[in-house]
C-alpha cells in the first residue's frame, strides 16, 4: 500500500524532505486553504527558541483560527506552522464530503467500527442512533471499514447527525508524502494514550538526564531555558506500548507567571526526537499564552486566577522530584530509515499490545494537493484531551 519513501531530514524531526523545500512546495498554497499571514512570533518570548503562527481568519465555526508552529530552526518552525494551517483545513467538513458519508445504525453499516470502541463520554452509545460514517483503510490487511465521521472530522458541526462525542485533531497529521503524515498521525495518537494515563494515574515518573547527549539541537533547547533563567525537565511518560513518549514541563521563577507553568509532550520512535519535540512544544506553549491570541487559551485565565504556587501543588505529578533518573542515552531507539519501515515498527509494537486495528481516513484536499490523514486506533486513551472520555487503560 505504501512506497519506500526514505527519510531524507534527522534534524528536529524525521521527514522525507528538508523544512526549506517543503516552505518552497507548500507557501503558495496558503491563500486557497485560507490563511492570512505566517508570523514569527519567537522575539515575544526572552526564550528564543523560534515558534511561528499561521492566521487562518476563516476557520470553521467550532474551530481555532490561529495555529502556532515549533522547531529547533526557525525553518522547521515556519513549516509546522504551514502545515498545522493545512491539517486544520482539510479536516473542516466540505460540501464533496456529504457526498462521501453514510448516514445509519450501527448494526446496518458492513465492516463497521463498534463507537463504544474509540471510548465514548460515560461509555454511553445506541445502537438504534443513526449516525454519519466514512471509510478508513487498515494499515496492517488493507481491508476497508467504516468509522464515524465524528471521528475524523474537526470541527464535527452537522446539525442533522448525532455528535458522539466533542471533535478533536488527536491523529490528524499532515506530510510531504502519505506515509509520512500516516505515521506522525500514528505517533499522536500513542502520544495521546501515554499522557492520559499519567494523567489518570498521577504518579511520578522517571526524569530523563540529558547531560551525556551528544545531539546538539538538544543541547542547544536546554541550553536557551538555561539562559533564560526558565527551568526545565525531561519524563518518561512511555506506557505499555513503548515508543518512546517524553514530557517537557517548565516552571518560570523569574516571572511566577502560573499561566507559563508550561509542557509539552513527544512521541516518536527515536528518543531524541520525541525529547526534541517536547521541548520546543514548550517553548510553542509560552509563546502562545505571551501572544495570547489564540482562541483556546482560557485556561490561563483559570490559572492566573488559581495563582502559581497552587497550580504547581495541583499538578505535583509534573512538577513535583522524581524518584528515578535514566539517561536518554538509555532509552532504545527503534527508527528506521523508510517511513514505511517505521509504520511496520509502530504496527507491530501496538500489536504486542492488543490492539490489531490501526486505521487511517484521507484527507487530502484535490485542491492543494498536500497529503493530510486522521489516524484512530480504537481502544487508546484519549482523557488528556478530553476529560470527558475515559477507557479500560485508565482503570
Known sequence: MFQEVPIKYFGCTHRSVAPEDTIKNVEGKLKTAGVKRVADITHLDRLGVPVYSAIRPMAADGAVSIYAGKGATKTQAKASAMMESFERYSAEIQDSDRDKMVS????????????????????????????????AMDLKDETEHMVPANAVYHPYNLKDSLKLFKSNTNGLASGNRIEEAVFHGMMEVVERDAWSIFEAHRSLKPEIDCSEAENPLINGLIQKFSDAGINVKLMDLTADIKISTIAAVSDDPVLKDPALLTLGVGTHLDPEIAAIRALTEVAQSRATQIHG?????????????????????????????????????????????????DINTALKMLGNCGFKNVLYSNLTRSNIG??????????????????????????
Do not use: C
Not at 108 to 132: G, H, K, Y
Not at 302 to 312: D, I, L, T, V, W
Not at 330 to 338: L, P
Open 293 to 341: 491570541t489564540r482562541e483556546d487559551t482560557v485556561r490561563a485565565v483559570f490559572m492566573r486566577k488559581a495563582g502559581y504556587e497552587r497550580m504547581k501543588r495541583i499538578n505535583k505529578h509534573w512538577f513535583g522530584d522524581s524518584k528515578e533518573i535514566i539517561g536518554l542515552s538509555e532509552i532504545k531507539n527503534r527508527s528506521g530509515s523508510s517511513f514505511r519501515e
Open 370 to 395: 498536500i497529503p493530510v490523514v486522521r489516524v484512530i486506533i480504537p481502544g487508546l486513551e484519549v482523557y488528556s484531551v478530553d476529560t470527558e472520555r475515559a477507557g479500560k487503560r485508565l482503570v
Open 104 to 135: 445509519g445504525l450501527f448494526e446496518e453499516i458492513d465492516a463497521a467500527v463498534d463507537p463504544r470502541s474509540l471510548i465514548l463520554p460515560n461509555q454511553q452509545f445506541n445502537p438504534e442512533s443513526r449516525i454519519e460514517w466514512v471509510k
